[in-house]
């Protein structure tokens, strides 16, 4: 179970590591000028772009922000929205109607 929760975590990291690299060329912009923005040396935006599960999370929310992607962020923790919370919330805030009767 761990090896596939690990290869699962691999997987995601090496995808996102594509996408960050796919970001900052799209850009025209070099590892060392990116890496400077961010705010980390070359080496450790070059293993972030390598999906190294090293790379702090705070590097990867500085470089979403210069992305214009940290949005992509806010909404891995948003809470969870249930239709029935929702649902029971508004019948609770509402009173009932009752039918009228015809004269």
């Known amino acids: ?14 995808q996102l590591g594509t996408r960050l690299r796919a970001e900052r060329v799209a ?5 060392t000028r990116f890496a400077a923005r961010i705010g980390v040396s070359v080496p450790t ?3 972030m772009e390598q999906g190294d599960a090293s790379a702090q999370i705070g590097h990867w929310l500085t470089a979403l922000v210069l992305l214009g992607r940290i949005a992509d ?18 019948s609770a805030s509402q009173p009932r109607q009752r039918a009228r ?3």
């Open 101 to 103: 009767r015809k004269t």
């Open 73 to 90: 962020a806010e909404t891995l923790l948003a809470p969870r929205y249930s239709l029935f919370d929702a649902a029971a919330a508004q």
């Open 45 to 47: 935006l070059r293993r």
């Open 1 to 14: 179970m761990e090896t596939m929760f690990s290869e699962n975590i691999t997987t995601l990291l090496l």
């Open 27 to 31: 850009r025209n912009e070099s590892q």
